[in-house]
């Protein structure tokens, strides 16, 4: 009897051990390839809301597939290539001006904090010192200047995508060596696909409304930098939690070094908070509804952890992530744990509905 229980925790113990390691290479190979792995996850989920988009154009308009494809492939490619550029030509805009404006704003930072007592103000002027603003705007640039690469990257991805597209079902069937298996796994597949281009459509569309507000504040305000903090709020606000708070304070803090005017500066952040506050707490939920169905904490976890393994662009990527996972452990039963401690009311859903939902309106 002590000799099987002595096998068992040995077993035991070389399962944990093997488990520990297979999780440290995991950890490993996301950090030294998390270039390639963030222009995959990307490329996957342009496939994906493109896909949905030439089924629907071609069905709808009677537009042969192939030519569907061939513009939406050409669409991709030359929005990144926009994006990208945009981007790099906005970042070289906040870096020259953030260049020219530091002094106007080392003396302006006295007559925003005198209010606040010396020791305050003493306390803010020595933490804003020790910033390293100069190692952060290169480390910016340097990110921004990767985009142009990441882009094509992602572009040509998302090409082979479609080039295979055909052969996924079949794929897919040889692969689980069962029909039932294959329809389950496709089924799968397609629930991720639509709960993940919804929740990213209706981001979208809030992203941009709060965005062009933010936009006029500043155009209003005659305040320089309008496209890029619109640009910069655009982007952040698909953090979710977080990314309005950060794009309020950056708003801010940029309103303060443009003008130098506590009164500006405080009426630029209070109507860039009511702005997220409205839209974030009041439009977004009502338009997303119940699509996520994710625990709060769960989603804040998911951003730390992704935040710390591919920094910003995984933190963008967290919650597309987190549904994916949800779902893929709803239907494990070993792994349901997981998706009931990821889901919001310990009700892991399945994304079956989605689909049933999707054959019903077709």
């Known amino acids: ?113 005198e209010r606040l007592g010396p020791e305050a103000q003493e306390r803010i002027i020595t933490a804003l010192t020790n910033f390293n603003i100069t190692g952060w705007i290169r480390s910016l640039a340097g990110q921004a200047s990767g985009l142009l690469s990441g882009s094509v990257l992602v572009i040509l991805f998302v090409g082979f995508m479609f080039a295979e597209q055909v052969w996924f079902p079949l794929k897919i069937e040889r692969l689980a060596n069962d029909a039932d298996h294959a329809r389950q796994i496709r089924r799968i597949i397609a629930s991720i696909m639509h709960r993940v281009n919804r929740y990213l459509v209706v981001k979208t569309g809030v992203s941009a409304v709060t965005a062009s507000i933010v936009w006029l504040i500043f155009w209003t305000m005659g305040l320089e930098l309008a496209t890029a903090v619109a640009l910069l709020t655009f982007v952040l606000n698909f953090i979710p939690s977080v990314g309005s708070i950060i794009a309020t304070l950056i708003a801010v803090l940029l309103a303060f070094v443009l003008t130098g005017d506590p009164t500006a500066t405080v009426i630029v952040g209070v109507l860039c908070a009511v702005t997220q506050f409205l839209i974030g707490n009041i439009i977004d939920p009502m338009l997303l509804g119940q699509t996520l169905r994710l625990s709060s904490f769960g989603i804040i976890l998911s951003l730390a952890f992704w935040g710390a ?54």
């Open 309 to 362: 393994i591919w920094g910003v662009p995984g933190m963008f990527l967290a919650v597309p992530i987190m549904v994916a996972l949800m779902i893929i452990c709803a239907h494990i039963p070993w792994l349901r744990g997981v998706a009931v401690m990821l889901s919001r009311e310990g009700l892991p859903d399945d994304g079956d509905n989605d689909v049933q939902s999707d054959r019903m309106a077709a």
């Open 1 to 113: 009897m002590d000799h099987s229980n002595e096998t068992v925790l040995r077993e035991r113990l070389q399962t944990g051990f093997l488990g520990l390691i297979a999780f440290s290479l995991l950890m490993f190979m996301l950090v030294q390839a998390k270039f390639i792995l963030i222009s995959l996850a990307i490329a996957i989920i342009l496939f994906s809301l493109t896909s949905d988009a030439i089924h629907a154009i071609s069905t709808r308009l009677r537009v042969p597939n192939w030519l569907a494809t061939t513009l939406a492939l050409i669409g991709i490619a030359l929005g990144l290539l926009w994006v990208s550029t945009t981007i790099v030509a906005q970042v070289n805009e906040v870096v020259f001006l953030a260049i020219s404006y530091a002094e106007r704003a080392q003396a302006a930072l006295p007559a925003l904090t």
